[in-house]
Structure formats: C-alpha cells, structure tokens
C-alpha cells in the first residue's frame, strides 16, 4: 500500500509506548460528575433542570433551539445538587450541573433508529439529539457538518484516524475494538451526505489495523466505495488541512473550509458514537481517553463518564506519581491546554490526560527572534509565522491577517522549532482574539452609521 503525506511538519517523537496496543478499560461510575453545559462550538446553552432534580443516565440536562447546539446530557444516575460556574480545561468558568450518585442504573436513551430506512432529516436530528460533536479537539456541532451548503459539492467523506498528536492513542484502541461501529458509522455518513466515496485516513504506525478494518469492509453493508489511506507519521497529519492534502492531493483555499475542497472530515470516535446513537440510542455520555505521561505510574487507555473530575479517577486508572508532576494537560502535548488542578471535569472532546514532568515540558525564558525561518519551513499551512509576530508585535493586525493569521491551525511547529523559544502559538491565539474583537467593533460601527444615515 502506498503511503502519502503532506509538506512540511514536523517528525516528533511519538511518545506512545506506554499505552499501544492496550485495550480500553472502563472507569466505574463516580460519586459525582460536573457536566459543562456548553461544550461545543457554537451558541450557548441552558439548563433543563433544578438543583433537586433526579436524573437518569442518558437524560438532556442542557439544550438550546437553533442548529449550532449541541445538548447535553447526564452520564449517571442521581440528584442534581449545584448549578454552578466550574473551572473547565480551557481555563475558564463555565456553567456546569453537578449530579450526585443515588445508586440507581436507570437509563434514559433513545429509541434505536434504522439509519437506512429514515430520512435525512430524521438521521441528523438523530446525531444533534444524541449531543454528538468533534470529538477530534474543535467540538463543532456533527449534524451541522454533515449538512453543507447546497453550492458546495462534496465527493469524499474521510475518517480521521492519524492521531498524530504524542502520547495519544485512544483513536487507534477504537479501531481496534470497534472497527464494526467504525465502517457503520461511515457508511451512515455516507448515506446522509450521498457522497459514495470514503476514506479511512491513518498513519503508517498504525498499519497494523488494515487487516482488521479489511475484514470489516468485506464483511459490513457498505452503501458506496470505502478505501484505507495510509500516511506517512508526520505532525500534525491529524488535521483536517493536511489529511486532506495526504489523501486526495487537494488543498482547502486559504479561509475555506474542507468543504470548500469537497471533503467532510469525521473523527473515527465521533463516528463510532453517530453509529451507537443509532444502533443503541446513546447519547454521547462517556468518552474514551488516554492516561499518560512520565508523572502517571498507570498509563492506559480508559472509558469514563463525562463531567467525571480527575480527581475522582480511581488510582488504578490515573496513579500520580506527584514527585514528578510538573504539569497537568488535557489532550496532547503539542494542542492541549495546561490545566492548575485535578478539579477539572473530563468533556466530550477530552482526547487524554498526560502527566508531565520536567523533563518533557520545557519552560524556558523567550529570546529575541533570530530571523532563522526554521518557523517557516516547517509551518504545514505554509504561512509565515515570523511574519505574523512582527505584525501582532507592531500592532498592525491588517498585516498579520494578510500574512495568514487568521488560516493558522495553532498546530505548534512553529514554537517547537523556535531556537528562541518565542511562545508563537499563544500570541497567535491572542492576535485572533484582538483581531476579531476589532472586526466586530467595525461593523457595529458600520451599523451604527447606517442606521443614522
């Protein structure tokens, strides 16, 4: 099998020893979870219940009108005892409902729903009801994505099992041990979009599994031709930009979308849960994850609810070894987000845990750039990364959007070659932000000025 890539990037080591090839264990339920009531991208939502309120696993806790919502639902049995801003993995307060075990086993899911016998619409209310996300890292809304404009003609639907990022290795466990829901939930994809092409993206060192997801695709009810894509191990071939590139040759335009290449990117848990919420009628209540880290005595792949505290993570799923621990991330070391504490809930886009000791994080003091380009020539968007800096450093934003800004992927390359240790990638966050902010206050301005005139 020939194997592709993209330009650039970088060839990182993969730190995935610790949990290759080990199956996922499931976590028991937890006294208590602390479920965010927003954990999408897109509008806000509300609470359905009261503090007093007795909920049943699988029960929406949280919901809005509107497509660009994702409800919420509860992930185990119990009262609802708080409704109370919470700290969450991206450092900031958000809402959360605090649900305390009462014993019960009750189940509020779904009624199973045939996805080849049903309408369209029927199928994507479906995946919105059940709460389904990204579970990649974005968190956008499932149903949205399956549901391009009519002017955007999609002919590939690829699922994204490259998991590029170190230590992380729950996308492949998946495969492994669900590699029935996988092609059901491609083939379910594939139906609602009426693309009839598909295909699985993966990095050569998980070539392994091509005998296991050969032998599904013979044995399974595919609606179209689904193939396997093997890429060459290379960060950050998990994006959606790149896996692209690797597998078809195309390229998305800069600030399109993988539509606008006429691709729609899938996750492989995301659509393992699109294939349960039809099959089983679950919502998207648990989420697998990687437990690793030189600080974690136990690395391991695990299942547990949503809104489960790290805290409440039994030893036997995340033993600490706080001698070492110098830093606690959610997601890998490269996109994941350095978290103060272990009160921190685990989210439906949660990819792993990885304890980290000094060793493997670096904290070293910024220098003055060098003008080296090493940030160039590694960037896999082909953007200009020095270019930008200087621009955000200057405050000229038009500048720094001209050089690409707004297309940057905060992959990490770029501050991961920096022989300075310029933070790249957090400017880069907060230029977005500016810049933005900047955007909206000019159109409302230019409302302002026309509703005068």
């Known amino acids: ?27 028991p339920a937890p006294g208590q979870v602390a479920i965010p009531v927003n954990q999408h991208f897109g509008a806000p939502n509300k609470s359905l219940v009261g503090v007093g309120d007795r909920v049943m696993r699988g029960q929406k806790i949280a919901a809005a009108p509107g497509p660009m919502t994702v409800p919420v639902h509860a992930s185990i049995s119990g009262l609802v005892k708080k409704i109370e801003p919470r700290i969450q993995s991206n450092n900031t307060e958000g809402l959360c409902v605090v649900i305390e075990a009462d014993g019960g086993t009750e189940e509020e899911l779904l009624p199973p729903l045939d996805p080849f016998n049903c309408t369209r619409e029927e199928a994507l209310a479906r995946i919105r ?8 890292g974005a968190g956008f809304p499932s149903a949205v994505k399956l549901s ?24 492949e466990a998946a495969m492994t041990e669900k590699p029935h829901l ?8 594939m139906k ?12 050569d060192n998980k070539k392994n599994l091509i005998p296991v997801i050969e032998r599904e695709l013979r044995l399974g009810e595919i609606p179209g031709d689904i193939s396997i894509g093997l890429c060459r191990t290379l960060y950050p071939q998990g994006g959606e930009k790149m896996l692209i590139t690797a597998l078809t040759g195309r390229e998305v335009p800069s600030g399109g979308l993988p539509m606008d290449s006429g691709c729609i990117v899938q996750n492989v848990g995301t659509l393992i849960a699109i294939a ?34 790290l805290k409440d993570l039994p030893p036997e799923f995340m033993e600490i070894d706080y001698d070492k621990l110098a830093k606690i991330l959610f997601g890998g070391p490269m996109m994941g987000t350095a978290v103060p504490s272990l009160e921190v809930p685990i989210q439906k886009n949660t990819s792993g845990i990885i304890l980290m000791t000094r060793d493997e994080t670096v904290a070293e003091i910024e220098g003055p750039c060098i003008r080296c380009c090493r940030c160039i020539r590694n960037c896999p968007c082909r953007l200009s990364p020095v270019i930008m800096n200087n621009s955000l450093e200057a405050e000229d934003f038009d500048y720094a959007a001209k050089a690409g800004l707004l297309d940057c992927i905060e992959c990490g390359s770029c ?22 902010a900047r955007q909206q206050a000019a159109s409302a301005a230019a409302r302002l000025v026309a509703a005068k005139s």
């Open 129 to 136: 009801e059940a709460g389904i996300l990204g579970m990649g």
């Open 182 to 189: 996988l092609v059901k939930g491609l083939a379910i994809v």
């Open 1 to 27: 099998m020939a194997v592709s890539t993209f330009k650039r990037g970088l060839r990182l080591p993969t730190r995935k020893h610790a949990t290759e090839g080990k199956p996922v264990e499931l976590v």
């Open 148 to 171: 391009p404009p009519p002017d955007k003609h999609i002919d590939i639907i690829i699922a994204d099992g490259a998991e590029c990022e170190p230590y992380l290795t729950t996308d």
């Open 415 to 436: 501050t991961y070659v920096c022989p300075a240790r310029i933070k790249l990638v957090q400017r880069f966050r907060i230029g977005k932000q500016r810049l933005r």
């Open 276 to 309: 349960e919420a039809f099959t089983l009628g679950k919502p998207l209540i648990d989420r697998d994850l990687t437990v690793s880290g030189g600080a974690c005595r136990t690395p391991k792949n695990i299942r547990a609810p949503i809104g489960t505290l």
């Open 192 to 203: 609602i979009t009426g693309v009839g092409r598909a295909i699985i993206g993966m990095e």
